[in-house]
């Protein structure tokens, strides 16, 4: 039963995490022309980690016992790791890969994938609870 559950909370976990991506790379896609790569990343992921938290909150895991606003601020703060691993790869992908800066959006999917063990842990845990 436990394993039925933590698999249904990966896959939406995994769902939300699309969602996310394609917000976030759509952003730095319109945005990377005009602005550069990495403005493009400090404006996309804000608004791709806030949407995240909202979804996993309505679908992956139920909105914990806290106020909306702190729930939503201990999710950022719980998923710096994995902030740090995703804008980590992306960073270095853009600036340092040859043809990382040439095509963002594919560093904004190395970024999410390797986030991703880091948000979970940190969301189930430390934010929503143990459910």
Do not use: C, I
Request: overall charge positive; charged content about 10%.
């Amino acid at each position: 039963m436990k394993d039925a559950r933590l698999s249904r909370q990966l896959l939406r976990f995994g769902a939300v995490g699309l969602a996310g991506l394609l917000v976030n790379g759509g952003l730095v896609a319109a945005l990377a022309g005009p602005a550069g790569p990495v403005r493009a990343q400090l404006a996309a992921f804000p608004a791709a980690a806030s949407l995240t938290w909202w979804l996993n909150r309505r679908y992956t895991f139920g909105a914990s016992r806290r106020p909306w606003h702190q729930e939503w601020l201990r999710y950022l703060g719980a998923n710096g790791l994995g902030w740090l691993a995703n804008n980590g790869a992306y960073f270095w992908l853009v600036l340092a890969a040859p043809g990382g800066h040439r095509h963002p959006v594919l560093a904004v999917a190395a970024g999410s994938v390797a986030g991703m063990a880091f948000n979970f842990t940190g969301s189930k845990w430390l934010v929503f609870g143990r459910r």
